[in-house]
């Protein structure tokens, strides 16, 4: 891997930026959302050409190891709108979670990087999420209404946590493995935030909120953020407050309040960003970036996210597992879309289009436009293995 470097998706496919010579290098032509592995000079990427669509093991000179998985005849080569498939890392970068349709629908797999065993379908239904213990051999896996938890080694047992898991989408697991945290219906309206040991067992009520939620841990701590979306047809979130699961009273304080769509924490979890409409009309957003505490740091300009953008920040609870737009060291974030007159440019048909653009934001600096693309990942910061 090279040093100072973003993936980056371009029309052509996933290039490999160096932002300190400023020079960018196509390594996987047709390829999309690629996904750096934690330890190993190596990322999944899938590929869509004429034929069906693959999800593949590349190195950083743009070699494909193997193919993980294949879209058979007759089956959808994507899960989603420019979504082929969603593919996440474990912590220790040895095993690959994915998801993809299969000849039985949506499936969740999981593959080895070393090629000792084939795709192995885990669960199927829709929809999917999950999130990887950092004891990297427990996988929490959110399907259709049910939560549970896979473990990866040994006996591949696959232990039901709750039956009736509804009101979130990405259940969160804390750095040290030891909580994993989801939501349940509460009575009458809203939810009821839920603790459990990592292995999913031990589950107890932590706090009520009145809205459906996104969940995620400060990284590096027990504290849970939760975004709450009181009005369903919003499309959005209206609260953003954090619960300390360290205390048995689980106090909560509110960070954020006001229409956002996202939320993401810097990997070091000194601090994060918020994402929120820009008020316009012209569908544009801003980013925010906040202290643990709430306390504003800084914002951007107003942006125009592309498409794969907007996918990103529509599931940002799950992506935020898997694809780092913060850098390693939490001071740079990632865009891509358009900003300012770009945005007039690219009604027009220009041939650029969508730019990938970072912001420094310990700088609180402007946007700058690094290369074209619609979307860019740096890699990730590895986690400690517990």
């Known amino acids: 891997m090279e040093p100072n470097s973003i993936l980056v998706v371009t029309r052509e496919g996933v290039a490999l930026a160096n932002l300190a010579e400023g020079s960018t ?14 330890l190993y000079d190596m990322m999944a990427v899938s590929v869509v050409t004429d034929g069906p669509s693959q999800l593949r093991l590349v190195d950083f000179e743009g070699k494909t190891e193997r ?13 989603a709108p ?3 498939h969603y593919m996440m890392w474990s912590p220790g970068g040895n095993a690959l979670c994915y998801v ?3 000849s039985f629908g949506m499936a969740l797999f999981l593959s080895d990087i070393d090629g000792k065993f084939g795709p192995d379908a885990v669960i199927n239904a829709a929809p999917l999420f999950s999130a990887w213990c950092t004891d990297n051999n427990f996988l929490a896996v959110h399907a259709g209404e049910e939560l549970a938890v896979v473990e990866i080694d040994g006996s591949r047992t696959t232990a039901e946590v709750h039956p009736r898991a509804l009101g979130f989408r990405t259940p969160a697991y804390s750095d040290d493995a030891e909580v994993l945290a989801y939501a349940v219906p509460a009575p009458g309206d809203g939810v009821i935030i839920m603790r459990a040991l990592f292995q999913g067992t031990g589950s107890e009520e932590v706090c009520r909120f009145p809205g459906g939620v996104a969940l995620a841990f400060q ?25 300390n699961l360290t205390d048995p009273s689980y106090p909560k304080l509110q960070l ?16 994060l960003v918020v994402v929120v409409p820009s008020y316009s009309g012209d569908g544009s957003y801003a980013a925010r970036c ?12 107003a942006f125009t996210p592309s498409d794969d953008m907007r996918i990103y920040l529509a599931f940002f609870d799950q992506y935020t597992n898997s694809h780092a737009l913060w850098s390693p060291d939490g001071h740079q974030f990632l865009i891509g879309g358009t900003i300012g007159t770009d945005r007039v440019s690219a009604s027009f048909g220009d041939p650029v289009g969508d730019y990938v653009y970072r912001w ?14 619609s979307i860019a990942f740096f890699p990730p910061r590895p986690k400690t293995l517990h």
């Open 256 to 271: 954020f309040r006001g229409q956002f769509i996202s939320f993401l924490w810097a990997p070091t979890g000194e601090r």
């Open 290 to 301: 906040l202290a643990p505490d709430g306390t504003p740091q800084g914002a951007t300009e």
């Open 100 to 102: 993809a349709q299969s």
């Open 82 to 84: 420019l979504v082929p």
């Open 25 to 38: 290098r196509l390594l996987v032509p047709g390829g999309r959302w690629p996904a750096w592995n934690p």
């Open 219 to 243: 990284p590096g701590s027990q504290w849970l953020t939760v975004a709450v979306a009181k009005d369903a047809e919003s499309g959005g979130f209206d609260e953003l407050w954090t619960v």
């Open 360 to 373: 420094d934001v310990t700088e609180n600096s402007p946007l700058k436009a690094l290369s074209p693309g």
């Open 67 to 79: 193919v993980f998985y294949e879209a058979a005849p007759g089956v959808p080569p994507v899960i």
